[in-house]
């Protein structure tokens, strides 16, 4: 069946890094554009990061540019967000998600979605 799972997550030192992993099953990464997500606590889901399918081109909020990269494997049916210089304000679950060809502004706009991996950031 088709199943995201995300993996990674843990607790980071404030400057230190993670990187997140999502392993699609049941269907290709290749055709679909992969969104990262998070939630922190008392506050609303938002899109972090994807990677369209065209050219594969890269998009972030504000927030994390210059310390987030997103990536995709095809081969392994993996993609990636690399996470540097991070900050106790990353703290949140994070989620990948897959829609076809391009990104999507919302949650909603997401077919598949993952079930998170919790990041913390804290000394």
């Known amino acids: 069946q088709v199943q995201l799972v995300e993996s990674g997550g843990g607790l980071a030192q404030p400057g230190g890094s993670l990187r997140l992993s999502c392993a699609a099953s049941g269907f290709t990464l290749a055709s679909s554009a992969i969104g990262w997500f998070r939630q922190a606590p008392g506050k609303e889901r938002e899109g972090v990061s994807c990677?369209?399918?065209?050219?594969?081109?890269?998009y972030y909020i504000d927030s994390v540019k210059g310390r987030f990269t997103i990536s995709r494997d095809n081969a392994k049916n993996t993609a990636y967000l690399q996470m540097n210089s991070l900050k106790p304000e990353d703290t949140a679950v994070y989620y990948c998600a897959t829609r076809p060809l391009r990104c999507g502004s919302n949650w909603s706009d997401y077919h598949y979605r993952g079930q998170g991996t919790q990041v913390t950031v804290s000394s």
């Open positions: 990677i369209s399918n065209i050219y594969s081109s890269t």
